[in-house]
């Protein structure tokens, strides 16, 4: 795809494939636009602003504008290229995303968690590109910002050296931020691709409860939070810490603060609202 595609394209974004048979050199280039390379089979090398990585399944690289790269494979690497002009973004994400955390070119590791969700994004791009419509690249440049936030996310989080304190710490920062979304252990751990039993072990090793538990314990605190901060109703709260019905919000809310919420409320405001 050349530069000059890209800006005739009346939204300034496009995703597509590049297949790079063994051997294939791409010669030093750069573009005038943001590109995404996602691996999806084969290996490989970039060199990107002088520095050299290796390429290999679900690794990423985010290219910003007039970066110098090559690319050489070392087997039939097949790349997912996604190549947007900043301009169709929000300017918040513009700005604290591709000004701020991506200012540079970056190689993007494999994520150890949320890669599933990442995958999924993409392929929910590929099928908006299809349809074609003012509609289906709205949610084209949703689902961008989505992908941008996500690996930014991944990529600032608190390093450790232990493999096993790794994954837990990024868990953990998983479920500070998807609190609203996640049903189950199973749900959790599929999400994240891990096993259930796995997971429970690495992240009790580090911080001596389950998951599951530790996910009450954030909803939990949110909802006391809410309860004394705000006049919403108990339903609502409910609703927006991720619990599925009230019933089980009260019993798992009254187990970790001895009272229902209504007496929460009333011991910790002066306006008891039902």
């Known amino acids: 795809m050349s530069e000059t595609t890209l800006y005739n394209l009346k939204y300034g974004i496009d995703i597509y494939e590049n297949k790079h048979p063994e051997g294939n050199l791409i010669n030093e280039h750069h573009h005038q636009f943001h590109q995404m390379l996602y691996v999806l089979d084969g290996s490989g090398t970039i060199l990107l602003s002088g520095k050299s990585y290796a390429l290999k399944r679900d690794c990423g690289v985010l290219i910003t504008p007039y970066t110098n790269h090559s690319i050489i494979s070392d087997s039939k690497l097949t790349v997912l290229v996604l190549a947007f002009n900043q301009d169709m973004l929000d300017s918040a994400i513009t700005y604290e995303l591709l000004q701020q955390f991506f200012k540079h070119s970056r190689f993007i590791a494999p994520l150890p968690f949320g890669r599933r969700e990442l995958q999924q994004l993409l392929r929910k791009m590929i099928f908006e590109q299809t349809q074609g419509n003012a509609f289906n690249y709205l949610a084209m ?110 019993r798992t809310f009254k187990n970790h603060t001895w009272v229902s919420p209504n007496i929460y409320r009333r011991i910790h405001t002066d306006h008891g609202i039902e």
Do not use: W
């Open 141 to 250: 440049k949703i689902y961008l910002s989505e992908i941008l936030l996500i690996v930014a996310r991944q990529e600032s989080s608190y390093q450790v050296t232990d493999a096993n304190d790794v994954r837990a710490e990024k868990l953990r920062n998983y479920i500070d931020n998807h609190y609203f979304e996640i049903s189950d252990s199973n749900d959790l751990s599929s999400k994240l691709g891990l096993g259930v039993r796995h997971m429970n072990n690495i992240f009790k090793e580090r911080y001596k409860i389950t998951p599951v538990h530790y996910l009450a314990e954030v909803r939990i605190e949110l909802s006391k939070k809410m309860l004394v901060e705000t006049e919403k109703e108990i339903s609502s709260i409910c609703f927006e810490v991720g619990f599925e019905n009230l019933s089980t919000f009260y």
